[in-house]
């Protein structure tokens, strides 16, 4: 009995707001200054990435772009490895 009233009162209520939030989401009233907002932001964000790569650069210590480079040198020259000793171990086996 508690249950269904209590589901019955919390449907309405998710319904109600539901209807609310999906409107006010909507409009270009929010929509515009929260798009705005967010540009000011991500261009924030770049300009420091920008500027600590440049600090990390000028400290004489590898940049995040540096480590992914490296990185990726060290999957292909694993990749080769691993391709070698497969086929060294397909040689031994033929022998």
Sequence with gaps: MFWQMWKK????????????????????????????LLTVAMKARAQHQQWAAQWWGAAGLSTRRDQE?????????????????EKLDALQADR
């Design 69 to 85: 480079r490296t990185l990726h040198a060290l999957n292909q020259l694993q990749s080769r490895l691993i391709d070698l000793e």
């Design 9 to 36: 009162g919390f449907d309405a209520w998710e319904g109600a707001t539901a209807q609310y939030l999906e409107q006010a989401l909507s409009s270009p009233a929010l929509l515009t200054p929260s798009g705005a």
